[in-house]
């Protein structure tokens, strides 16, 4: 019989009676298997195979198919251990293990940074975020693994943020917004932002990957960030409690934290080091006036 329970994350960096979910261990699982998959297919022409369109509306490889497929035979395992939570992710939208009531979400993107991932780029993760409610502001715990760097980012709402284990700061060098990651990086969305940010930022690096781009805020690497694009919840949920946790400051749409968790819910995400760096961030990211059309 499914059990019902209030949620508390367990993990390395948290435990208690009432969890009984070991996220930290399932999220591990996932990665080893998908470090597997990636071995196994190492070759651009072997990455480039698309099978849909997927619940997000983007066209879906197969290895974004293979890599959900990890991710999901975990989470079967661990409704199969009595557990009842729903899952949110990019190509299979919303699933339900078990009470379809349950307030325990698991928002999930097995593999943000598609294309890097297609191109044999580095740059590519999984991220795993657990929330208690319907929005971003009742995300609990943050899970994003970084393949290409093999490290290790995690977070518990209240408890701080960790790589590979160590505390994680959002603690720069204080040169201002000397390194600014911007995602959703096509040359139409990017033009209006190096525009915004001329004068204000001394150098522009984009990852690929809105989860990791969180987490470089998170660690100091970055300055600040942002989108040129709408995103969905399954690409920063989890990057923007590790972020926090860390110390930066976040915010959805320029107003905080009050966006759905819904798959088809979009919104733009801004991250600094502090409140000032973020000030800038935003402004640069609302005179940049992004098209019209809801990106995807």
Known sequence: MARK????PRGAASSGPAGEID???ACRRMV????E???????IAARTVYAGIGEGGDRALAIDRLCEDIVFAELERLHADGHEFRAISEERGEVAFGDSGSPMRAIVDPLDGSLNARRTLPSHSLSVAIASGATM???ELGYVYDFGAAEEYFAVRGR?????????RAEGPGFGLEVVGIESAKPERTLPLL????????????????????????GGRFDGMLTGRACRSVDAAGGQLIAREAGAEVVFDGAGLDVSLDLDARFHVAAALDRDLLATVLEAQERAEPPPEAAA
């Open 5 to 8: 329970q209030s949620f508390h």
């Open 37 to 43: 998959l990636f071995a196994e297919q190492r070759g």
């Open 160 to 168: 701080g943020a960790t790589l590979d284990g160590r505390q994680l």
């Open 23 to 25: 996220w930290l261990s």
């Open 137 to 139: 502001a009742d995300v």
């Open 195 to 218: 525009e915004a940010l001329a004068g204000k930022a001394y150098r522009i690096r984009a990852v690929g990957s809105i989860a990791i781009s969180l987490c470089y805020v998170g």
């Open 32 to 35: 080893a298997a998908q470090r």
